[in-house]
Each structure stands twice: as structure tokens, then as C-alpha cells.
């Protein structure tokens, strides 16, 4: 106690262990600890969460929070349960807390008061779960429509083509007659509506009507009340099939003339229950199914799954971290999916305002040498599926060889490692010069993206932004540095940052990256060398196909070229671990840097509110999961 | 001055366009030429200029680890005890790792015991659900199923070509070790034979009792000091990537027509329901 009380006044750097303490000798009501095997962290009293969210971000210093999500622990404990991750910007690890509510009239109250970045993600819980948030602003379904029936992560909801609780399914072996899920639950059939809904209502297509059910907080009486001439704001939908919104995404504008004065991101177009397919899949089956989040760094997105599954693993008695040449050759791959990703997002952004596809061409190009090395290496260009619990898919080839195998196929042959050294000494870096050249000083690029798209540092934090939006707000958090895993530690780089936080300091912080990342990747190069003929698995052989996970929760995190990328990992076995996870988490950044857009596209014209959308740099794919 | 931001930018553009035609005439146009050397400046990392691939009058060729749609070894033809054989077991781990479960096995049984044969007897694969992500052929236990480079799957229907069964999905070992010679001679060191694990075994049970069917398998046993197979199969894998480097010229074994393949098949399995008449 004495103890405590002497670190009062540096209360905002006590480690995890004593923060915790902390919260118990204070709010000792509140608070209890989370006991459950291979848990971590506190379990918070509903009533009392808000005011410990403040203790947390105020008194304790955790002034980011990473990630919020719902578990439905149905059967083991019959409760929902929502799961915290906050950090602090200074670095170091997470405080998580929790807040437990019964199944049905699932209630835990609104943190969008504390962290706005809370805003999306508590409706996806809602949207998801079922669980309603008093003092949310906005509570609406978010991946989901409006007229969807039911909460689809709920452990009792079964999606259209059920056909076993988890994989793999009894009816593909011995006896695997081949039948089509479609041709059993024909189109049409696998609908129902709620018995209260409405069609009539969701059909008619007034204006008025559209944006009443869409419940998306657009104030149409105050447009559509004045009479004739007068009205001079306007609604206008951008999207979701429109080419500068990457992907099926909507924005929701309404404009006064040109200029923006309310914006509304809709999305989950594109959203295929990612999390609930991760239920049913072994942990194995996931890793391809990572690869389709953000289809652009599937590197990154396979490196923080497996990150996490392993942290559980490591719970176990059976388990071989990975060896250093494994470690190294994923670090690799993810500094080339980093470059991959930021010479796109740079590329497409610059076509979203204007320079329209002869720079974006001459990135691509530099990123498809990066995909033949993937090809060779991985097996695939784009969905790689590299990496393993423990290990990766296979070593570095001797050659980079292709077989001639189809008509007019044409051969290739080069040395793998002279192929990586030429492309990491003089190509990649080449063409980051001549990006420099084409654009940095460029008076019209910096005419349209200078003092376009502010967020302050302060609302990036609060906002939950991530990666370059967050570090071209002036916030020098890098999860490489502030958080470190694998060999980062060990590297010699620096952690991107500019200061104004507007369209151009978010471009100046992916150039510096791209040299960053090829600085990394220089040092990488030396270590492939000397760890030649070293096993990528630690006990010389492939990890198993079935493996089983103790029991615990993990939350393994990357920085992946779009920001934080988290897998938040539930295993529910009983002793002997579990082969499915209970609950599989993406923290999806391309989703939580959404969140922040209507506030930063506020007061900007129309033509600003492609290029500020795109420089966030999302992926649909990870958006909408 | 304001501008000159711009000015630089669009002569990097202008030095894009010379550049492209000095390289051209640096390579004296070899850069378009088929051979592997001068595909390989094209695309390789030195080139400047152009680097586009005409598809589909020239398609860039895969790399070994390649992987796309599934299929099944069987044992070549010409294989003396074996020929037309599948390597599958139906032992179901496909089946079990497949991340979207698109693989279907039937496991056959033995008329007269009832129990099952190792050797399936339906093997489906819906490519409409196949991710491509490698797994069922990662973690095979016999090497019998194989990810494929045959990319070109385009069909007019999906609901009639689009599940491919066992018949489709058989090609035989000869076919995946000119896709992928340097995979296949790993994985055949692993296995300490060419063939199927089970063919060396029961060469070895041959020779041991004399039978003396097959005298060529048994001969190549009996010189199985480890060294020395090795030396042997090292050659032979020469001899395969040379024979492949010239078949890459003309047509490869799969682009003949498939009723060729089918009376090679029919015949293949003739023979095999001879021998087993004759064993059993």
C-alpha cells in the first residue's frame, strides 16, 4: 500500500502487474481478476465501467484502446462478454479488462464517451452479438442490414449451409458422396425475416424513407423541410459502386454546394462472416482464410495469426518457438508485403486525386517482381499462405524455376538470393527515388493534399487510428518498437512520424516506411546468408496438421502496412486444449481508421473526400470481413 | 520556382518512354525472343523499359511451388507391377485439412471381408470451393495428391464441370515430375524410392520370396545401398529435366488429346485386371 501511494504521482507508468494492482486497491468493488485458465487481466463490474475506462485512460495512462470485442460463451458459463485491449502510446503491453452481461437483454454500457474509437466496434458487437450499449450515439447494425434477423456470431446461430458445428465435417470422409450445399437450400429458401419486419417499409424508396430505415443519424427534416429553392443542403450517396471507394463501400455525404458538412461510412458489402467461418475452421484451416483480409499484405496478415495461435501454444508443454532463420525469413516477408502494400496505397491514392494511373503503373510494376518471389517461395502471389504455428510452408528455393507446362509458356530461371539481393539493393530503393522525384515535390499534389484531412493527435488516439494515419497525426506508435515481436528488437530502424496529420504528412510517413522497410530488409539479407541450411522448424520437422491449443485467451498483434492488425484468440478446450477456436477476432485497422473519416472529411469539398478515403488506405476485404 | 516539382516529375515519365526503347535496342529486340536467357532479362531485375507479357501468346510459366486445383497421382503406365495404380490410401487427411472442405472421399471395401481397401473409391473435388491453398498436398502422408499448374480451368458451365472426380483428377507420377522435377526428387529422397512407398514394399517382399515377377524392381532393390540409389537417381533426375527442357518446346505429355489419354488409360487398366486375375 505504501508502495502505491509513493507511486502515485508516476501512477502513468506502472507496469501491467501494478497497474492492476492499482485498479484493485482503489475500486476493489469493481474490480475482480480474471482466474480462468490461461487468462489474463480484469473483469470489470458493468455499472462501474465507465468510470474505470477513465481511471484506465486518465489515472493509469492507457490512452489507447486497441481493440473491443464481444465472446459469447455459451456453454461454458452461458455469458456475453465484452473483451478490452488498451494501450498506452508510450509503448509496453496491453491492460486488458472485461465486462460480463446475462445472454438475453445482453447490456454493457457505451465506452464511445471515453475512446470514440470504440464507436464502430461496439456496433459491430451489437450488429454481431446482440449486445446493446446505453449511451452509443448511434447504435445500428453496421456489417449487417437493417432487416437481418438475428445476432450471426451468437453460438446458437446457424448460417444458411450449416451442416456441422465445426470442421472437419463427418460427411467428407469415408463415406464422401459429393453433393452442391446450393443444390439442398435453394436461393430464395434460405431467407427469414423477422416476424415483425416490414418489407413494405424497407421497400419504399422516398428519400426520406431510405434514410429513416438506413438509421444512419442524417438529419433529413431539417433538409427536406424547407420549401422549394431554399434548400441548399443536399444527400448524395458516393458509392458503393463507385471506383474511388476501392471496393463496395459507401459514403453517405450530405454537402452544402460543394462543400462536405456530414459524413456517414456504410459498409459490409463485402462481408462474409470471416469470424464465424474461423469458429467452424480448425486453427490450421485459418491461415489461408487470413490471407483473404487484406489482400494486398497477406504476409502480414498470415505473420499475426500465427503470432497469436502460438502465444496460446506457448501456454502448452509441447512447444518449439520458431528458430531464428524462420523468424527472419518472416520479417522478410512481411517488410516486402510492407512495401507491396504502401507503394499501392501511395499508387491508387494518387489516382483517387487525380495523377491518374501513370505513376500507380510504375509502382505495380516494382510490385510484381516482390509477387514472382512470393510465387516461388509461397506457392501464390496474393494469398500466400506462408506461414505456420512454429514454422512456414517451406524454405527459400535454390532457384527462382518455373516448368514449362502450357502451350506458349514462357521459362524462367534466376538464383534465388541473387534475385532478393538485386531487388532489395537496387531496385525497390530505385524506385522509391523516382516516386520521390515524381511526387514529394510536385506543386499540384501538394497543393490538393497539404492541410486536407486533419486529425489532431489527440483524436487519432482517441479515434483508435492506426498505422500511417495515426503516425502522420504525430504519434510515434509503431508496434515493431512500442510493442516488439519476432527479431524486431534486434533491427536498426525508425519509426516513421510526421506532425501535421494531414493527406501529405500520411504519404511523407509511407515513403519514409518504404525506406525503413528496406533498410530492414538490408539487414535481413546478411542473416539469410549465415543461417543457411538451418531447419525453418525447430524440431527439424512440419508441425502436425491437427494441432491442439491449451486452453487461454491471446491476443497476438502486428503492425501490418495498414496499421494494427490484431487476432484476438479464444481456445475453450478443456484439458487437453481444443482443436476449433471458440472465438477468432480480427481487429481489422482498414476498419477501426474508418471510424475517424466523417470528422476528418468535415467541411471539405466533395473531390477532397476521395483522396482523404484514400489516403487511410483501406481494403474492403479486411473492412467488411 | 514554382513548377519545377511538376517539370521533374514528367521528365522521369519522359525518361520512362526513351529509357523503354533504349533498352530495346541495348538487347537488339532478344528481350521479346522465347529463350529462357532473354525471357528471363525481360522480366528479371535488371530490365528497364518494357516488361509486359503478351498473354495469351505468351503466358509466363509457373515456378514448381505453383499451386492450383488438386490432383491425383497414379502410378505410370509403363510401371511393371503397379501401372495405372493410385497412390491415395484414403487415409482422409485431405479430406481433414481442407480449410473450405471441398475434397470428398468414398472409401472402398473389400467385397469378401467387408473391410476397407486402401485405395478410394470415389475421390471428388468441388474447384468452385478449393481455396488453391496447398495444404491437402503439404501434409499428405504418401505424396499421392499434388497441387497443379494448370491454371486455364475456364468452362462454360460450372454445374457440370466443376466437380472433378477421381477420373479427372488422376495424372500420373510422370506428370508431376516434369512440373516439378526438384519437388519430386526431395520428396523421393524422403521416400527412399521413386515409387510409391508401398511398391517398394512389396518388390522387397517379392524378391524375398523368389517369385521373381518382377525382375527389373527387385534388381533396382537388391543395388539399394543407399549411396548408390542416390548416385543413380541423381542421373536419372538429369536425364528427366533434360527430356523435360525439350518436350517444353513442343507439346507437354498433357496437351495431347484426352481420347489418347483414355486408351492409354484403358489399357493400363486392362492390364491391371489381367494381372490381378492372374494373382488372385
Redo the contacts between chains.
Keep these: 500500500m505504501e508502495n502505491l501511494a509513493a507511486a502515485e504521482q508516476s501512477v502513468e507508468r506502472l507496469s501491467i502487474d501494478d497497474s492492476i494492482e492499482y485498479l484493485k486497491a482503489n475500486h476493489s468493488q469493481a474490480i475482480k481478476l480474471d482466474d480462468r485458465d490461461g487468462y489474463e487481466g480484469v473483469i470489470v463490474d458493468s455499472d462501474m465501467l465507465v468510470d474505470i475506462a477513465r481511471v484506465i485512460r486518465d489515472e493509469l495512462g492507457f490512452d489507447y484502446l486497441s481493440s473491443a470485442t464481444a465472446v459469447d460463451y455459451l456453454g461454458e458459463g452461458d455469458h456475453m462478454e465484452m473483451v478490452y485491449h488498451a494501450y498506452r502510446s508510450s509503448g509496453g503491453g496491453a491492460l486488458v479488462f472485461k465486462a460480463q452481461t446475462d445472454r438475453e437483454a445482453a447490456e454493457i454500457p457505451s465506452l464511445v464517451s471515453v475512446w470514440r474509437g470504440a464507436d464502430f466496434q461496439e456496433r459491430e458487437a451489437w450488429d454481431l452479438y446482440g449486445i446493446r450499449f446505453p449511451g452509443h450515439p448511434n447504435l445500428t447494425r453496421i456489417l449487417m442490414w437493417e432487416g437481418f434477423e438475428g445476432h450471426p456470431m451468437r453460438k446458437d446461430w446457424r448460417e444458411a449451409y450449416y451442416e456441422e458445428e465445426q470442421k472437419p465435417f463427418d460427411s467428407r470422409w469415408p463415406g464422401g458422396h459429393v453433393h452442391r450445399a446450393e443444390e439442398k437450400n435453394v436461393f430464395g429458401k434460405n431467407v427469414s425475416y423477422p416476424p415483425d419486419i416490414d418489407l413494405n417499409r424497407l421497400m419504399d424508396t422516398s428519400e426520406e424513407a431510405v434514410y429513416q430505415s438506413l438509421g444512419l443519424g442524417v438529419d433529413i427534416e431539417r433538409i427536406m423541410d424547407k420549401d422549394g429553392f431554399e434548400t441548399n443542403e443536399l444527400v448524395v450517396n458516393m458509392g458503393p459502386h463507385h471506383p474511388s471507394t476501392h471496393g463496395v463501400f459507401r459514403m453517405l455525404l450530405t454537402v452544402d454546394g460543394e462543400t462536405v458538412t456530414s459524413l456517414e461510412p456504410v459498409m459490409g458489402y463485402l462481408h462474409r462472416n470471416h469470424e464465424k467461418i474461423g469458429e467452424r475452421n480448425t486453427y490450421l484451416h485459418n491461415i489461408p482464410f487470413t490471407d483473404r483480409l487484406d489482400y494486398i499484405s497477406s504476409m502480414g496478415n498470415n505473420h499475426g495469426y500465427v503470432l497469436a495461435v502460438e502465444q496460446l501454444m506457448s501456454l502448452g508443454r509441447k512447444y518449439n518457438p520458431p528458430t531464428y532463420r524462420c523468424e527472419a525469413l518472416r520479417v522478410m516477408m512481411v517488410e516486402l508485403s510492407r512495401i507491396v502494400n504502401h507503394l499501392w496505397a501511395i499508387g491508387f491514392w494518387l489516382n483517387d486525386i487525380g495523377a491518374f494511373f501513370t505513376p500507380v503503373l510504375y509502382f505495380i510494376q516494382e510490385r510484381e517482381r516482390i509477387l514472382d518471389f512470393f510465387e516461388a517461395v509461397a506457392g501464390s502471389r496474393m494469398m500466400c499462405n506462408y506461414m505456420r504455428f512454429g514454422g512456414l510452408f517451406g524454405d527459400l528455393p535454390e532457384r527462382i524455376k518455373s516448368v514449362s507446362n502450357l502451350t506458349n509458356d514462357r521459362v524462367r530461371d534466376y538464383n534465388t538470393m541473387q534475385f532478393l539481393t538485386e531487388m532489395i539493393n537496387e531496385r525497390i530503393p530505385r524506385t522509391i527515388d523516382e516516386l520521390e522525384v515524381l511526387l514529394t515535390q510536385n506543386e499540384i499534389l501538394i497543393e490538393r493534399s497539404m492541410g486536407v484531412g486533419i486529425l489532431s493527435a489527440e483524436d487519432a488516439l482517441n479515434f483508435s487510428a492506426a498505422g500511417p494515419l495515426l503516425r502522420g497525426s504525430g504519434v510515434a506508435y509503431d508496434i515493431r518498437r512500442a510493442d516488439p515481436y519476432s527479431i524486431y528488437p534486434e533491427l536498426d530502424f525508425d519509426v516513421a512520424v510526421e506532425e501535421e496529420g494531414d493527406m501529405y504528412a500520411r504519404y511523407r510517413v509511407r515513403v519514409t516506411e518504404l525506406r525503413e522497410s528496406v533498410r530492414i530488409l538490408k539487414q535481413i539479407l546478411p542473416r539469410l546468408e549465415s543461417t543457411q541450411g538451418e531447419s525453418i522448424w525447430a524440431d527439424g520437422k512440419p508441425g502436425a496438421y491437427a494441432p491442439r491449443v491449451p486452453h487461454g485467451e491471446s491476443y497476438g498483434r502486428v503492425e501490418n502496412g495498414k496499421g494494427e492488425l490484431g487476432y484476438y484468440i479464444v481456445s475453450a478446450g478443456g484439458r487437453g486444449g481444443s482443436s476449433n477456436p471458440w472465438r477468432y477476432h480480427v481487429r481489422a485497422p482498414s476498419f477501426i481508421n474508418l471510424t475517424p473519416l466523417g470528422h476528418m472529411s468535415k467541411g471539405h469539398k466533395v473531390a477532397d473526400i476521395v483522396g482523404i478515403l484514400g489516403s487511410i488506405d483501406i481494403v474492403l476485404g479486411e473492412t467488411d470481413r | 520556382m514554382?513548377?519545377?516539382?511538376?517539370a521533374?516529375?514528367l521528365r522521369?515519365?519522359l525518361r520512362?518512354f526513351v529509357e523503354s526503347y533504349i533498352d530495346d535496342l541495348r538487347y537488339g529486340f532478344r528481350k521479346y525472343h522465347?529463350s529462357?536467357d532473354n525471357?528471363?532479362i525481360r522480366?528479371?531485375?535488371?530490365t528497364k523499359g518494357v516488361?509486359t507479357?503478351q498473354y495469351?501468346?505468351?503466358?509466363?510459366?509457373?515456378?514448381?511451388?505453383?499451386?492450383f486445383v488438386p490432383f491425383l497421382i497414379v502410378e505410370d503406365d509403363d510401371h511393371p507391377t503397379r501401372s495405372g495404380k493410385d497412390w491415395c490410401t484414403?487415409c482422409?487427411?485431405c479430406?481433414?485439412?481442407?480449410?473450405p472442405?471441398c475434397?470428398?472421399?468414398?472409401?472402398g471395401n473389400d467385397p469378401d471381408t467387408g473391410r476397407?481397401v486402401p485405395e478410394p473409391e470415389?475421390f471428388?473435388i468441388?474447384i468452385d470451393i478449393c481455396?488453391?491453398?496447398?495444404?491437402c498436398a503439404?501434409?499428405c502422408p504418401f505424396d499421392a495428391i499434388k497441387?497443379d499448374?494448370?491454371y486455364?480451368l475456364a468452362s462454360y458451365d460450372r454445374?457440370s464441370h466443376h466437380?472433378h472426380d477421381k477420373e479427372k483428377l488422376s495424372k500420373p507420377n510422370s506428370y508431376w515430375r516434369?512440373?516439378?522435377?526438384?519437388r519430386a526428387y526431395d520428396e523421393m529422397l524422403v521416400r527412399g524410392t521413386w515409387e510409391h512407398k508401398d511398391a517398394a514394399k512389396e518388390a522387397r517382399r517379392g524378391s524375398a520370396s523368389s517369385r521373381a515377377s518382377s525382375p527389373q524392381p527387385a534388381a533396382q532393390q537388391a543395388a539399394s545401398a543407399a549411396a548408390a540409389e542416390t548416385a543413380a537417381v541423381s542421373a536419372a533426375v538429369e536425364a528427366e529435366t533434360v527430356a523435360?527442357a525439350a518436350t517444353?518446346?513442343g507439346?507437354?505429355p498433357?496437351?495431347e488429346d484426352d481420347a489418347k489419354r483414355e486408351e492409354r488409360r484403358r489399357k493400363a487398366l486392362e492390364r491391371k485386371a489381367k494381372r490381378a486375375a492372374r494373382g488372385g
Design positions: 514554382y513548377g519545377t516539382g511538376l521533374k516529375g522521369l515519365t520512362h522465347h529462357t525471357f528471363g522480366q528479371g531485375t535488371q516488361i507479357v495469351p501468346d505468351e503466358k509466363i510459366a509457373v515456378p514448381e511451388r505453383f499451386r484414403s482422409g487427411i479430406a481433414k485439412v481442407c480449410p472442405q475434397i470428398w472421399i468414398v472409401r476397407p470415389g471428388f468441388d481455396m488453391n491453398c496447398g495444404y503439404e501434409y497441387m499448374h494448370d486455364e454445374t466437380i516434369s512440373i516439378a522435377p526438384t523435360t517444353a518446346e507439346a507437354t498433357w496437351s
